[in-house]
């Protein structure tokens, strides 16, 4: 069974940092595309970055380019999300998802089968 389990949200001021974890297990992801999406109240699911699994190449959205940085684990299975000067715009609920290649558009959140169940991330101003 394959699964996917974000942690290390949290509150944090604005300014701060949180570091998320996506632990994945019930198959070897190496070679997936794996992505990081956001949900904020009342808004729909946006793309904020993935880590391809061939080359371990990053790709962010605009909005947090700069601040955001995915890494991945392929001995543990894992993929993180370092987040740095954090904003209040940056409070939702993060989603870590999972994807074997090739996939046409990874910004396209129905592209991906495999998701975890989502960690609050809460920025305070």
């Known amino acids: 069974q394959v699964q996917l389990v974000e942690s290390g949200g949290g509150l944090v001021q604005a300014g701060g940092s949180l570091r998320l974890s996506c632990a994945a297990s019930?198959?070897?992801?190496?070679?997936?595309?794996m992505g990081w999406f956001r949900q904020a109240p009342g808004k729909e699911r946006e793309f904020v970055g993935v880590?391809?699994?061939?080359?371990?190449?990053?790709y962010y959205a605009d909005s947090v380019k700069g601040r955001f940085t995915i890494s991945r684990d392929n001995a543990k299975n894992t993929m993180y999300l370092q987040m740095n000067s954090l904003k209040p715009e940056d409070t939702a609920v993060y989603y870590c998802?999972?994807?074997?290649?090739?996939?046409?558009?990874?910004?396209?959140?129905?592209?991906?089968?495999?998701w975890g169940q989502g960690t609050q991330v809460t920025v305070s101003s």
């Open positions: 998802a999972a994807e074997p290649p090739p996939m046409r558009n990874f910004r396209n959140a129905n592209e991906y089968d495999y």
């Open positions: 019930g198959r070897t992801f190496s070679s997936y595309f």
């Open positions: 880590i391809t699994g061939s080359d371990g190449r990053t």
